[in-house]
């Protein structure tokens, strides 16, 4: 541009010079302009030297003294449009300022307007904006604003970086100095916020524009509209509407379209009927995108009979059909599964001259793999060859169907035919294929196919990286997973929250918590932020670690990282506490969600009924199943099955049968857990007879009774003194393969000894022995005093020293009934021996006992153990009556 004006300018003194020497007084005139012109650009030319030197000081090193002294000798007092020409030229954000700052105070006067505008462009050039509120509030101060111009380039800068919301918080700003900002930078930015649906932010920005004076256009209305409406914020897009009317503003076709599609894809499908009905009585004509969405909307609401007709009135008299939608239709009858009226309308199509093109066979050939069709479609995809040619998508929707089914081989064969028709597989085919053989726990041939993957055509993305590292984890191979992983990390991929979820989740399933914990550490390392699905997950996996305090420090933590606890946060909060003993925290945290607004679902619904029988409050947990089945949520077995074992463990029994019965009513498959409440509830309070009924009606269902059912009955007919009732049972329940456990050992040992059929009661010790069974300390108890007071001292004393051996701790009841053994036995000494060491140890020593150790020593004439031994029964005796008395 320099070079053109100077030869221009030459061109035009040459010509002045030739008709200087004319006696004509213009051209003397001329030649006197064209000297003014030529000084101007010898001043613009010394102006840009002048801005090149300045900048070569400024970026000759870091800002301190030297610079501003070579500053200073340079120009001491610097003129605007210096200034200017140097932040236009400089990089360097923090530099400019550096600059800015120094001629301010060399000039002692604020600058210009267009020297703040260019900091601004500046800034928004380079993305820093540490300084710009401080600018701004000068300007307003000066008493002049951001140009339109700078303003557009702060918020389209923010927008290219996808810092929208940093955007929206310099247009407030700007607001807050009392700016207006430019038509330009609100339309961009709500643009921009419509597509990552923040309809809140862009309603402010909207109403904003109005109370500046800007005219809003029907196109905007439309956009807002569109966003609300996918969001289903229904009563929000509606009230938008009857803004824009009341504004005078008609609604155009382009409105009424976004309206049909966006309303019927939430599922208001009757109002997208009343937009389509509205628009004719408007007098716009419905055009292809009309009927197309109509279509759509029906389609997807299973309103398929509606669909036909609204495509039939379409049809009429058209000579041409619409392509568009006859794919919406075959995709209809093909989500409907009526393939035969699908192929049907591809001939119709044909027949009407319009060849079906390769979207209609893609829209036949994803039905078909969603209903599991998968030979049929092979056949539509060699038929389709005659009309289109098969693109990379139709192959990738063969390949997922193939691999779903488990076909490798027709999968890798598919994609041989790929090749051969000149199309290479994509990432989006590599990651169909790795997740399908994951899910189908073919991990070897997924691995392989990631590994025959030549970068140079095709590489492998995010998604495939995570597919697989999911799925080795979730199948064990977490140290494979974790290799990957580093894999990941070393070909420059960033892994997101997703695969760190997955790696953490798998890490604790497999019982390696530490290394779950490091993964963690790993990814706060890293700079990845975790997401609340993270989050979430991370406080479950501790929880089931038994980390209980580290499990509730999480749910803290989701709040400090800016998080809302949402309604999963509090169901594995709540469930994770149940588990531990912790019931009684569910009230609170319940009344915590509710008060947060928490939607509950059914599961938060199970695991807050459960919360609230597992800690007594039987009735809450009745009052929450009838509010959950008032707001449409079905309970589940779950459901009825915690409300009926917590009425169970209360003796509410006829509440606990009636609500089964409704259960059944419902047609809900109760399970074993179920059965089992009653009939432990029923066997608890004698109701025996009862227990029996429940237990035939369980097996008549076809379940059978578990180790804990039967335990159930044994220990009733046990309480009921029953015992030989309970052997009847026990030996059905060999006879069912059901194994006993060292509980059902433990009932039976019990009920023998109460019976005093102590010889009969160890032989079932034995046997519990030779099963490998570990008994418990009642176990102990009930055995060792059984044998004492069948006289067989020598095995109860025998079997004491071996509990203690095993690392047992005996308790009070065991120490006691071993002593009266050994005391009646005569063995006075030892059980004085015995005595002492319950005494040690805090023990309760019964008076019984006192009494019988006492007369066992005085017939051995070990008077001074027996003064002692009465000793403590006086006190024994005060503390009893000191008790009664108080």
Known sequence: ??????????????????????????????????????GKINSIEGVRKEVDDVCCILESGPWGSPIENALSSLNEKPQPGLIIGVLRKLKDVNLAINYFRWTEKKTDQAHCPEAYNSLLILMARNKKFDCLEQVLEEMSMVGFGPSSNACIELVVSCVKSQKLREAFDIIQMMRKFKFRPAFSAYTTLIGALSAVFESDLMLTLFHQMQELGYEVSVHLFTTLIRVFAKEGRVDAALNLLDEMRSNC??????????????????????????????????????????FTSMIGVLCKSNRLQEAIELFELMEQDRKVPCAYAYNTMIMGYGSAGKF???????????????????????????????????????????D???????????????????CKDGNLEDALRIQGAMKEA?????????????????????????????????????????????????????????????????????????????????????????????????????????????????????????????EIEKGRALFEEIKAQGFIPDVQSYSILIHCLVKAGFAHETYQLFHAMKEQGCILDTRAYNTVIDGFCKSGKVNKAYQLLEEMKSKGHQPTVVTYGSVIDGLSKIDRLDEAYMLLEEAKSQGIELNLVIYSSLIDGFGKVGRIDEAYLILEELMQKGLTPNTYTWNCLLDALVKAEEVDEALVCFKSMKDMNCPPNHITYSILINGLCKIRKFNK?????????????????????????????????????????????????????????????????????????LFEETRRKGFNIHTKTCVVLLDALHKAECLEQAAIVGAVLKETAKSQHASKYW
């Not at 994951?438 to 025959?452: H, N, P, R, T």
């Not at 059984?786 to 065991?814: M, Q, T, W, Y």
């Open 761 to 833: 009661a160890f032989v079932f010790w034995q046997e519990m022995e030779k099963q490998w069974l570990k008994p418990n300390t009642i176990t102990y108890t009930t055995m060792i005093s059984g044998l004492a007071k069948a006289g067989n001292v020598a095995e109860a004393h025998g079997l004491f020293e071996r509990f203690k051996a095993n690392g047992g701790i005996p308790d009070s009841a065991c120490y006691n009934a071993i002593i009266e053994g050994l005391s009646n036995a005569n063995r006075a000494t030892d059980a004085y021996k």
């Open 249 to 290: 503003f008609e609604a155009d076709v382009v409105l009424y379209n976004v309206c049909i599609d966006c309303f019927g894809k939430v599922g208001k499908v009757d109002m997208a009927w009343k937009f389509f009905h509205e628009m004719k009585a408007q007098g716009l004509v419905p055009d292809d995108v009309t």
């Open 1 to 38: 541009i320099s070079l053109c004006i100077r030869t221009t300018c030459c061109q035009i003194f040459n010509t002045c010079k030739s008709l200087s020497s004319l006696s004509d007084g213009s051209s003397s005139e001329l030649y006197k302009k064209s000297a003014i012109f030529e």
């Open 384 to 402: 389709m060859k005659k009309d289109a040619m098969p693109n990379l998508p139709t192959y990738n929707i063969l390949i997922d169907m193939l």
């Open 340 to 382: 035969d009226e699908a192929y049907g309308l591809l001939e119709r199509q044909k027949a009407k001259g319009s060849i079906p093109s390769v979207i209609s066979y893609n829209c036949i050939l994803t039905c078909l793999g969603k209903k599991g069709k998968v030979q049929e479609a092979l056949r539509i995809f060699e």
């Open 422 to 546: 000149g199309l290479y597989p994509n990432v989006i085919t590599v990651n169909i294929m790795i997740d399908r053989l994951c899910k189908a726990q073919k991990l070897d041939e997924a691995v392989s196919i990631f590994e025959g993957m030549d970068h140079k055509v095709c590489c492998p993305n995010e998604v495939t990286f995570c597919s697989l590292i999911d799925g080795l984890g979730k199948h064990g191979r977490v140290n494979d997973a974790y290799r990957l992983y580093e894999k990941m990390l070393d070909s420059d991929k960033i892994p997101n929250a997703v695969v760190y979820t997955s790696l953490i989740r798998n890490f604790f399933k497999c019982g390696r918590k530490e290394d779950g914990h490091k993964i963690y550490k790993e990814m706060l390392r890293r700079g990845c932020a975790p997401d609340l699905m993270l989050l979430n997950t991370y406080m479950d996996c501790v929880f089931k670690a038994g």
